[in-house]
């Protein structure tokens, strides 16, 4: 019965360590414990993609923030999302085989609903 018992509290101590998550930070990313983030405000940005002649959606474009290891793809309808997000200013790099890499600038990443739009020109 000792045995279970310790066994039981080992587990239940195992259980209640906190879980490392990572964010993307205006500074790049960052590990945070789930303790600390439920006290940061954490957000998302995402967008689509277009072709700047045709206006046709790009699948498949690697979109990051400068700084951050963190690479999302546009899904089948030009769409992405990146997730963990703390408020900030950053800058939305973007690049795509036979297309000139994008930067968009100082883009403000606050509350919720962060929406942009890219337009790639071809090379």
């Known amino acids: 019965m000792k045995k ?6 080992a587990l239940l ?12 930070t205006p500074n790049g990313d960052k590990e945070i ?7 940061i405000e954490i957000t998302s940005l ?11 959606a790009l699948v498949g474009v690697a979109i ?10 546009t899904d089948f309808d030009g769409n992405f999302k ?3 997000v703390v408020p900030g200013k950053y ?3 973007s690049s795509y085989i036979s297309y000139t890499d994008n930067k968009m600038k100082e883009v403000n990443v606050s509350g919720k609903n962060n929406v942009i739009r890219l337009v790639l020109k071809k090379d």
């Open 82 to 84: 990146i997730d963990n």
């Open 46 to 56: 995402s967008g689509i993609v277009l072709d700047n002649e045709t206006g046709e």
């Open 4 to 9: 279970l018992v310790f066994l039981f509290i």
């Open 91 to 93: 800058n939305v790099l």
């Open 64 to 73: 990051r923030f400068e700084g951050s290891k963190e690479t999302v793809y």
């Open 13 to 24: 101590v195992v259980g209640l360590e906190s879980q490392a998550i990572n964010v993307v």
């Open 33 to 39: 414990e789930a303790v600390e983030l439920a006290a």
